[in-house]
C-alpha cells in the first residue's frame, strides 16, 4: 500500500457521494426506467440506418449495429464521480472502464470524445488536464483516437468517454449466447470496490487495484474470441454476482459459482471486515438474493461477490487461456445463481 494522493493536499474522492462504477443507479430501478423504451414511435417516419443487432433488450454492454461490409459499428458511454485521488490515474480507469464495454462485446475501439464535468469554482483546472491526459494516454494504449467532447459546470467532478468501436458481426460476445456445460471464466480478481471504498475513507491506496483497474480488457476479449466464445459481459457496477445474473436470465441458464475458486485483490477482505462496504454492493446483493441459492455461505462473502466493480475483468462463458474457472452453467433449475 501506498500514502495518499501525490499530487497534493486535494483529495478528489471527498468531492463526490459516491465513487467510480458504485455511484450507478441501481439495477432494479435501472431496468424498471428503461422498460419500454424500445418500442417504435408512433410518429416515426423513415428507418434508421442499419440493423441494431444488439440493444436494450437483456442490458448488453454496448449497442452494436450492423452495417455493409460485413462489419458491425459498436457505441458505448461510461462515466463516473473520482474512484479515486490521483486526477491522473482516475482518468486512466474512466478511460479503461469505458473502453471495456467495447471489448466486452468482442469490439475493437476507433474514437472517443471526451466527458466531463467539473466545479470549476471548487476544485482547480489543472487538475482537469491531468484527468484528461490520464485518459488520453490510456486510450493511446488502445490504440483509439480520442478527438473534442463535451463539458459541463458541475457539483461534483465527473469524467468519462463516449466510444465507438468496430466488431465483426459473425463473431460477437453477446450477453444472450450462453448454453449449459460452459465453463465460467473470471479475467481480474474482485476487491476493487472495497478497497476504493477504504481509499476514499483513509486515503490508502491500493496500488494493485490501481493497477487491476488501468489495465485494459482488450488482451482478454481477444483471448475469449480465439477461443472460440460467443457470451460474454464485464463486472463493473453490479457486482460479479448482478452481471452473472443478467448474463444468466438473458441466456436461460443456471450458473453454479466455486466459491473458493473466485479471486481476490490483496486486502480486500481486511478493507471488508474493516466495514469499507458502499451502498451500491449493498443494493447489488439486494438485487440478487431472490435470485441466489447461497449454499450457506455468510453474508460476508456474499457481500464480496456483490462489490461493485470498476473498470472490472470480464466475466466469459467459456474458458479463456490464464484466466480462472470460478464454475459452470447448467440448465436453469430454481435460482438463475447458485453457490458452492
Not at 482518468?91 to 473502453?99: E, I, P, S
Not at 487538475?127 to 461534483?156: F, I, N, Q, T, Y
Request: hydrophobic share 40%; charged share 20%.
Amino acid at each position: 500500500m501506498t500514502p495518499a494522493n501525490p499530487h497534493g493536499a486535494v483529495r478528489l474522492t471527498q468531492y463526490a457521494h459516491g465513487g467510480g462504477c458504485a455511484c450507478k443507479i441501481p439495477p432494479g430501478e435501472l431496468e424498471t426506467i428503461v422498460a419500454g423504451l424500445g418500442a417504435p414511435h408512433p410518429r416515426a417516419t423513415g428507418s434508421p440506418a442499419g440493423e441494431l443487432i444488439v440493444g436494450l433488450d437483456d442490458g448488453d454492454d454496448a449497442a452494436v449495429v450492423r452495417i455493409d461490409g460485413g462489419r458491425a459499428v459498436v457505441v458505448t458511454a461510461d462515466f463516473f464521480t473520482p474512484v479515486l485521488d490521483d486526477p491522473y490515474d482516475w482518468g486512466r480507469v474512466a478511460a479503461a472502464n469505458a473502453l471495456s464495454d467495447v471489448y466486452a462485446v468482442g469490439g475493437e475501439p476507433l474514437v472517443a470524445v471526451n466527458l466531463l464535468g467539473w466545479p470549476r469554482d471548487r476544485l482547480p483546472l489543472d487538475l482537469v488536464e491531468e484527468v484528461l491526459r490520464g485518459g488520453l494516454d490510456v486510450a493511446r494504449e488502445a490504440g483509439c483516437h480520442v478527438s473534442g467532447g463535451h463539458s459541463v459546470d458541475d457539483p461534483e467532478p465527473k469524467y468519462g468517454m463516449a466510444v465507438t468501436g468496430l466488431a465483426d458481426p459473425a463473431r460477437l460476445l453477446r450477453i444472450d449466447a450462453a448454453h449449459p456445460g460452459l465453463p465460467i471464466s473470471l479475467t481480474k480478481p474482485l476487491g476493487i470496490g472495497v478497497l476504493n471504498s477504504r481509499h476514499k475513507a483513509t486515503g490508502e491506496v491500493s496500488a494493485q487495484a490501481v493497477s487491476t483497474m488501468t489495465t485494459l480488457n482488450r488482451d482478454a476479449s481477444r483471448a475469449a474470441l480465439a477461443a472460440g466464445a460467443r457470451c460474454a459481459t464485464d463486472v463493473t457496477g453490479f457486482g460479479l454476482l448482478g452481471h452473472l445474473y443478467k448474463l444468466c436470465r438473458a441466456s436461460g441458464v443456471t450458473a453454479v459459482v466455486d466459491v473458493a475458486a473466485v479471486p481476490y485483490l490483496e486486502g480486500a477482505r481486511q478493507a471488508l471486515r474493516d466495514g469499507h462496504v458502499s451502498g451500491g454492493t449493498r443494493r447489488n446483493l439486494d438485487w440478487v438474493r431472490p435470485r441466489l441459492d447461497p449454499g450457506g455461505f455468510g453474508e460476508d462473502e456474499l457481500l464480496l461477490l456483490a462489490d461493485a466493480q470498476t473498470s472490472g475483468g470480464l466475466l466469459v462463458a467459456g474458458e479463456v487461456p490464464g484466466a480462472p474457472v470460478i464454475g459452470e452453467l447448467v440448465p436453469l433449475d430454481g435460482p438463475h445463481l447458485r453457490l458452492r
